[in-house]
């Protein structure tokens, strides 16, 4: 494949949430990696969907019932919650880190192997510590960023064989949008994959919106999609935000951005729209208050 197209299947596979920084995610990582689960969101939390692992995000106020006393839940020895195995404090503005300051021993968050610190995970990499600072800075207050990236976005985590299977199905659609260089002949051995894993029914893919008469089409807006709208399609901001099923942080302090001319005209879903190949019809669905067309 042309190398714009083998990128955006590379990016396809990573975790990018946008503002996602302040909530120590991880970014550009693969999907498949531990995922962090706000406290307030494990009771509904898939947990035993992470095959990577988890761990469990308390704001200070959720875990201290005054200054240096935590609340007599987490105290418990048979509380499943446990600061420092499975969970960790995020210190997000400076009232709160002044008001419950870490335990004596605590640490900042940050990987370990053989009992080294280093930067990145791997096999036989650990996480240590108890805690990670995302304070901003206040006044005369400096900002504080101490404390290693925890996990990725909820959201966004699959496991590794589902993420590769979502790749290959992106790559089967690719060969199939207009104007394609490639053909089914050149992909016999992705068939032979999607076939196995009985994602091959042309369909399904057209019951589901995403193919029409055989070419891909935007499932938002329906339109066409030209082969070459895949490397130029305007991603949507993953804002992290609070849904019922998501689960996520609150919003992150970015405004969606808006198509701006350029390729064609710009639907709000990011194809580019080309009234030669494209249906003329619009479509009144839309997306989180946004008109996808």
């Given at each position: ?38 406290y307030e969101k494990l009771r509904i939390a898939p ?93 005369s207050q400096k900002k504080r960023f101490e404390g ?146």
């Amino acid at each position: 494949m042309q190398q714009k197209d083998k990128d955006k299947l590379t990016k396809a596979g990573f975790a990018t949430p946008r503002g996602g920084a302040k909530g120590a995610y991880q970014n550009h990582v693969s999907r498949s990696n531990r995922v962090i689960v706000p406290y307030e969101k494990l009771r509904i939390a898939p947990v035993r969907q992470y095959f990577d692992g988890y761990v469990v995000r308390l704001l200070p106020e959720q875990y201290f019932a005054s200054t240096g006393i935590p609340k007599d839940e987490f105290l418990a020895s048979d509380y499943p919650i446990k600061i420092g195995e499975n969970a960790c404090i995020l210190y997000r503005t400076h009232a709160p880190f002044q008001r419950f300051p870490s335990l004596e021993g605590w640490q900042v968050c940050h990987l370990e192997k053989d009992g080294q610190i280093v930067k990145e995970r791997g096999k036989g990499v650990v996480d240590v510590g108890q805690y990670v600072l995302r304070i901003p800075a206040l006044g005369s207050q400096k900002k504080r960023f101490e404390g290693v990236v925890q996990g990725v976005f909820a959201p966004e985590y699959t496991d590794q064989e589902t993420n590769y299977l979502c790749k290959c199905v992106l790559t089967w659609l690719i060969i199939h949008t207009v104007g394609s260089p490639y053909t089914t002949t050149q992909a016999k051995h992705l068939q032979a994959i999607l076939y196995r894993e009985r994602l091959l029914d042309a369909s399904n893919y057209e019951y589901k919106g995403m193919m029409r008469h055989g070419l891909c089409i935007c499932p938002l807006c329906l339109r066409f999609v030209h082969v070459t709208h895949i490397p130029q399609f305007r991603e949507r901001k993953n804002r992290i935000v609070n849904t019922q099923d998501q689960v996520g942080e609150e919003p992150a302090d970015e405004e969606l951005s808006v198509p701006t001319p350029g390729f064609g005209s710009w639907s709000q879903c990011g194809c580019a729209r080309d009234q030669s190949l494209q249906n003329s019809g619009k479509s009144s669905a839309s997306w989180g208050g946004w008109s996808v067309c």
